[in-house]
């Protein structure tokens, strides 16, 4: 006969390990368990936990579902089984399965976060936002929930800058450090001596920031600024060009934000650079301003919300003037371009655009799929009715999943659209491989509200114009800063209906024109990626805004 609550302490003694991270411990414990009751639902629904924790997502599926073969009834269950089925990209089941949790349970608050990650992942960002909003009620502290709303916001079919302001300052208020407000510094006031300035790059092997950093770390003048990088990887080391140089690396990985802070004022920085802000989880070392001056760049999406924050750099396509100043706690500093991108390698040679072999116009956009809502899937449904012949890649690695591919080609065919339009393609490991995808393509659509950024850079040194709606946000107008840039101003609109008669009326122009790829690269190469240009403006105003902390405070 099996003791239940012999099983339940063994089962509570797995759990705390597990919180602990002791996840061998915690799996052999359970394991025992099923050992002795195979149908022990807790023991299952753990057990899949760890293997989903481990990114082994098959396997977590498996046992999870066992648990609610066993006990259907169970929010949890639901739940976590939505985090594998959305992480190998069953965006339908894991919306489904959140359903179900927030349907047994509606005051579960993970399980409304996993239903709007599920939601945004389907490009429905109005409905992911009310349930990321509903997970924040129930628990206001948690950052996970509020980096994912705050983040979602930006990509509102009907975007309210004034609600993004709102909620992030609200977020900030929420976190605001009082003790930062009496923070002294002992940073020497000299504005004729090589200037301390840091960059943050937390996590940096998961996002795309490096890429913006290396062309202006090459470029910083070594005899009037001395730079630290304080950063840390989750998995693997950091890229050479960031540990190797003549800037000082930081490994700050484990340790925690109050302390990184500490560390970065012990080494008497007077300048702390916030390259990766458009998380908001990113942001919780500005609480505990660092350094004198704190400045959020490169890599945003929005205000940071946090007063401590001095400035943002942005320009005056991304933030135009007189419209938007209102809409940041911090002073913006318009630069002549929004940031500077960095070529990985030897790029691909351009080949003649594809539309003189085929006839037909391919279009392309390479963007995260969560960017491809109704109003954008209903935008590019109208050009591609304009003509049958035409096509439309898309690609991303998300596309690697049958489920995804057909879940998007549905809400095309919705609109009118036949599927044999629709071209994909999923994950492309290597850099310069993946770059000559932009060979296929003639032109790329811009997706909306929430534009392009790494992309974008990407298309316009592969030769490749990008057609853009303007919108009302920093990501809504990225692009169009890009394309204003390079010279070519007529594939950025304000309308919609324009939109789509640039794209009906290119044919002609593309045609016309066999070096119109060579020639946007060159002009992107001269006017858009003059690393050194930017670095130097990027200098001037640090020492500028040094000058004038110096004369103020």
Known sequence: MIDSNKLELELNRGISFQKKGENLKAKNIYLEILHKNPHHPDALNLLGTIFQESADHQKAISF???????????????????VSQLAIGKIESAYLSCSKAVEIDQTFPIANYNLGNSLFAMGRADEAIKFFKVAIDLEPSNDKFWSNYLFALNFRSNLDNQEVYDENCRWGNIKRNKNAETTRFVNSKETNRPLRIAYFLPELDQHVTPRFLKPILSNHNKAKFVVFIYGYTNKGKPQQFLTKGPHIWVDV????????????????IDIFIHPCTFKTRYRNILRYKPAPIQIAGINLVS?????????????????????????????????????????????????????FKNRFITFGCFNNPTKYGKQCISLWSKILLKSPKNKLLLKHRAFENTEVRNFFTKQFVHNGVNETQLLYSGYTQKTAKYLEYYNLVDICLDPIPFGGGTTSYEAVIMGVPIITLLGDSVMGRLTASIMKKIGYHDFVTDSAADYVNIADNLYNRLTLSKKLKINLRKEARNRLFDAKSYTQELEQNYQKIWSDYCKTS
């Open 64 to 82: 999870i579902e066992n648990a609610i073969t066993c006990a259907p009834n169970i929010a949890d269950y639901y739940s976590n089984l939505a």
């Open 253 to 268: 990985k484990n340790i925690r934000e109050r302390d990184i802070a500490q560390k970065i004022r012990s080494d008497q």
């Open 303 to 355: 205000t940071t919300g946090l007063e401590e924050t001095s400035y943002l750099l942005s320009d005056e396509i991304t933030t135009p003037y007189g419209s938007s100043d209102k809409f940041f706690t911090e002073k913006l500093v318009r630069l002549s371009q929004f940031n500077v991108f960095g070529t990985s390698g030897i790029l691909p040679k351009i080949i003649l655009s594809p539309v």
